[in-house]
Nanobody, 122 residues
Framework: QVQLVESGGGLVQAGGSLRLSCAAS??????????MVWYRQAPGNERELVAA???????NYADSVKGRFTISRDNAKKSVYLQMNSLKPEDTAVYYC??????????????WGQGTQVTVSS
């Protein structure tokens, strides 16, 4: 397993941008083979997979963020990023970074960070 720490959350006006970062500790080799996922959860809502990037760099996004969010990774820095543009109030949530095998992490398993709050004001 890896330990994950998210950063970059905050308060932003609708239409603005934020860039979330997730730094992993542990072996660079272990990090590089993991699929990395950003989840989010708003109060009263179910957890939602926002974006995922595989070890090979393939990405996929929730329909609600396609065209606005971009996930990327830097294996040398053991980090994954989520660039969020054109933010909407409905993007308000706690955002979590997760790592694991592709099968596990897409089902909510694997290693998780503590989360970072994103609040978008209208």
């Amino acid at each position: 397993q890896v330990q994950l720490v998210e950063s970059g959350g905050g308060l932003v006006q609708a239409g603005g941008s934020l860039r979330l970062s997730c730094a992993a500790s542990g072996s660079r080799n272990i990090f590089s083979i993991n699929t990395m996922v950003w989840y989010r959860q708003a109060p009263g809502n179910e957890r939602e997979l926002v974006a995922a990037i595989t070890s090979g760099g393939s990405t996929n996004y929730a329909d609600s963020v396609k065209g606005r969010f971009t996930i990327s990774r830097d294996n040398a820095k053991k980090s994954v990023y989520l660039q969020m543009n054109s933010l909407k109030p409905e993007d308000t949530a706690v955002y979590y970074c997760a790592a694991g095998s592709d099968y596990d992490v897409r089902r909510g398993r694997g290693s998780w960070g503590q989360g970072t709050q994103v609040t978008v004001s209208s």
